[in-house]
């Protein structure tokens, strides 16, 4: 593989097989927006789920944060990037999801990269969910440790993994809502099969934090039956911004300090982040039924959707699939949809099993209960075709 013939070659292989992926501007981010024609455009791709990315508390926060120190932070934490913002961010993060202590990274994708390396080696194994995100399995693999993929949800499997393959240090790993059936793990039965095992269990709340638990805290923190050992979070979806962290327990956060190469030489999180994640905590603090409001609209769409014989699969959550058709069929139904204002991707296999495509369409607290009953009589129009 050299140069721009071969570029070329795979660039024209994928498009033939009808994945070549390609980049388009918005004229706005957010749930919705108004585009060059004045049309409303209804945005069911944004994780922006809390409408906070525009919010002018949170705007503030990160103009006043460059005010005081600057747009980058300069070096890496442990050279001189190290500012009292980040730890001030912190200790609010360690906190607010139940932890000792927290260490931020300039993003989740770095945040799990970090985390698995330091955490699993060569000696080690990982036990993951089949439909883990891709930063979760691309760390598992750089980490060196035997990588085991259980199937989603299922325990017993898990287990019996578990039972067969022995190894120096264990590590189950899930996400406690999953981006593309929105539906939730069973984290308290994961805690109990994790501690009977003496593995470790890492929990990605990606989906989860701002919405789930007491004031968006995680669904880690809705029973006290659930003992992650290490808790990933993101600052880039509910929270408006950019970043990620890990909450777990002072010793763990010191090793990551020490071991884990995404947080060690990369530069700190720029200022302006860590101010406007301060302030979408102190938004829910005020707010703290923010989560609860987004998943009342979430399940009022789903009630329209399934009502109208549509599957909307075991989501629990604000993302809301609607599974079936086939993938032609549902990548054409997102196109006719776009072209009626309203964005939602459509989702194929092999990121989705087999004869499984869908529309995936995520609630943000910028739909108006109207907004969803125009989206779900669209969407059901549309699959009807
Ligand atoms: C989005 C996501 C990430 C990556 O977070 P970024 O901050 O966007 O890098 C990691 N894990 C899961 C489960 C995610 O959904």
Redesign the pocket.
């Known amino acids: 593989m050299t140069g721009a013939a071969d570029a070329s070659g795979e660039l024209e292989s994928l498009k033939r097989r009808g994945l070549l992926r390609t980049l388009r501007p918005r004229p706005a981010a957010g749930g919705k927006f108004t585009d060059p024609a004045g049309r409303t455009v209804l945005n069911f791709s944004s994780n922006d789920y809390l409408d906070l990315a525009g919010d002018a508390r949170l705007k503030a926060a990160a103009v006043e944060a460059i005010g005081r120190w600057g747009c980058g932070a300069t070096a890496s934490r442990l050279m001189a990037g190290h500012l009292e913002i980040h730890e001030r961010l912190e200790r609010r993060l360690a906190a607010w999801t139940g932890r000792e202590a927290a260490l931020l990274f300039g ?3 770095l945040t ?1 990269l970090g985390v698995l390396t330091a955490l699993a080696g060569r000696a080690d194994a990982i036990f993951a969910d089949r439909t883990v ?1 891709a ?2 399995i691309d760390a598992a693999r750089l980490s060196g440790a035997r990588l085991h993929r259980f199937r989603h949800n299922d325990t017993e499997h898990l287990s019996w993994l578990l039972e067969r393959h022995a190894s120096r240090r264990r590590a189950i790993v899930c ?1 406690s809502i999953y ?1 593309m059936d929105g539906d939730a793990a069973p984290l308290a039965e994961l805690s109990q099969i994790a501690g009977r095992h003496g593995a470790m269990l890492v929990v ?1 709340e ?2 989860a934090v701002g919405v789930f638990g007491p004031r968006g805290s995680g669904l880690c923190r809705t029973d006290d039956a659930i003992r992650p050992d290490v808790v990933i979070g ?1 600052l ?2 509910a929270l408006g911004g950019y970043g ?1 962290f890990a909450a777990c327990s002072a010793a763990i956060r010191e090793l990551l300090i020490n071991r884990a190469r995404s947080f060690i030489y990369s530069t700190g999180l720029p200022p302006a982040c860590a101010g406007s994640a301060l302030a979408a905590l102190d938004v829910l603090d005020a707010s703290p039924d923010l989560g609860d409001r987004l998943l009342e609209r979430s399940a009022a769409l789903r009630q329209m959707l399934a009502d109208a014989g549509l599957d909307v699969g075991p989501s629990c959550s604000q993302i809301v699939p609607v599974i079936g058709g086939g993938s032609e069929r549902v990548l054409s139904l997102s196109r006719r949809l776009a072209e009626r204002g309203l964005l939602a991707v459509a989702v194929r296999p092999p990121t989705v099993p087999a004869g499984t495509a869908r529309l995936r369409l995520s609630v943000t607290l910028a739909h108006q209960r109207a907004d969803l009953e125009r989206a779900a009589n669209e969407v059901v129009a549309e699959s009807g075709r």
């Open positions: 993003s989740g994708f799990n995100h930063s979760l996400e981006s990605d990606a989906h993101t880039s979806k990620g």
